[in-house]
């Protein structure tokens, strides 16, 4: 029986000898090849690759031959426009960008080591809508001392968007850089979410890094779902968890903002 494995193996011995067009017809027919195609988002247009495993490049900037460039750098795959994206990579998109809950997401995170692995699963658990900071990142994955090579590991993201890295910002509150475009286009992508880009601004520059209720006498990030909730004449503003935990009240379970106060 022939596995898979030996067809792609196969194939690439075919590769090696056949002259390139006639090796990659086959690859497009029996599937195996790597393949993109521009993907319409309500926000904007997206160069959105997949392979075997899933969906495994995306890229905001319309710039194709630079896209096949880096996935081949990365992936050691040639991967190749085609007109239309399957429906079912589409509605992944659409549904992650829509903040759907995508249950057997499917993404191919090949070159990858497993500290950025790590990091974008970690980025996977934050909920629409919300940020956190690198701090928390690295800090939930174990590694409360590499906020930088966390950031690093955003910004080289190969799947933005469905990997939601806008949603990770400045260790300060600040909303910080972005791999996918710049400082612009994640201040885009979070306000597409309901994040108010200004009031985050707003707060890192009064130093409010954490809100509390003064009736439940639990602390949140600002974007925390439990933090929205609460009335503004409940509101209690923080600059630091050693501050919010002096005052008596407890971190929340849902974003447990305490390790990221202690690595800040
Ligand atoms: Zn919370």
């Given at each position: 029986?022939?596995?898979?494995?030996?067809?792609?193996?196969?194939?690439?011995?075919?590769?090696?000898?056949?002259?390139?067009?006639?090796?990659?017809?086959?690859?497009?027919?029996?599937?195996?090849?790597?393949?993109?195609?521009q993907v319409e988002t309500p926000i904007w247009p997206l160069l959105v690759?997949?392979?075997?495993?899933?969906?495994?490049?995306i890229e905001r900037i319309d710039d194709?031959?630079?896209?096949?460039?880096?996935?081949?750098?990365?992936?050691?795959?040639?991967?190749?426009?085609?007109?239309?994206?399957?429906?079912?990579?589409?509605?992944?998109v659409e549904?992650?960008m829509?903040?759907?809950?995508?249950?057997?997401?499917?993404?191919?995170?090949?070159?990858?080591?497993?500290?950025?692995?790590?990091?974008?699963?970690?980025?996977?658990?934050?909920?629409?809508?919300?940020?956190?900071?690198?701090?928390?990142?690295?800090?939930?994955?174990?590694?409360?001392?590499?906020?930088?090579?966390?950031?690093?590991?955003?910004?080289?993201?190969?799947?933005p968007f469905?990997?939601?890295?806008h949603?990770?910002?400045?260790?300060?509150?600040?909303?910080?850089?972005y791999?996918a475009g710049g400082?612009f286009a994640k201040r885009a992508v979070?306000a597409w979410?309901?994040?108010?880009?200004?009031?985050?601004?707003?707060?890192?520059?009064?130093?409010?890094?954490?809100?509390?209720?003064?009736?439940?006498?639990?602390?949140?990030?600002?974007?925390?779902?439990?933090?929205?909730?609460?009335?503004?004449?409940?509101?209690?503003?923080?600059?630091?968890?050693?501050?919010?935990?002096?005052?008596?009240?407890?971190?929340?379970?849902?974003?447990?903002?305490?390790?990221?106060?202690?690595?800040?």
């Amino acid at each position: 029986m022939t596995t898979s494995r030996d067809m792609v193996a196969g194939l690439r011995g075919l590769r090696e000898t056949a002259p390139a067009s006639l090796a990659e017809r086959v690859m497009e027919v029996t599937g195996l090849t790597d393949t993109y195609a521009q993907v319409e988002t309500p926000i904007w247009p997206l160069l959105v690759a997949w392979g075997p495993a899933g969906i495994s490049a995306i890229e905001r900037i319309d710039d194709p031959g630079a896209f096949e460039e880096t996935y081949f750098a990365r992936t050691g795959r040639r991967v190749h426009r085609v007109e239309r994206a399957p429906a079912a990579v589409a509605r992944t998109v659409e549904r992650t960008m829509a903040g759907e809950k995508v249950r057997d997401l499917a993404v191919d995170l090949s070159g990858l080591n497993d500290f950025q692995r790590l990091v974008l699963a970690k980025t996977l658990e934050i909920p629409y809508g919300e940020v956190r900071p690198y701090a928390w990142v690295a800090q939930e994955i174990g590694h409360p001392r590499a906020q930088r090579a966390v950031g690093t590991a955003l910004a080289n993201n190969p799947i933005p968007f469905v990997i939601p890295c806008h949603r990770v910002v400045r260790s300060d509150g600040h909303i910080g850089n972005y791999g996918a475009g710049g400082p612009f286009a994640k201040r885009a992508v979070l306000a597409w979410e309901g994040v108010d880009p200004d009031e985050l601004e707003r707060l890192a520059n009064k130093g409010v890094r954490y809100i509390g209720s003064d009736t439940t006498n639990i602390f949140c990030f600002p974007t925390c779902r439990n933090a929205r909730r609460i009335t503004e004449s409940h509101r209690v503003r923080f600059r630091t968890g050693d501050d919010a935990e002096a005052a008596g009240y407890r971190p929340c379970k849902v974003c447990r903002p305490t390790g990221a106060a202690a690595a800040a």
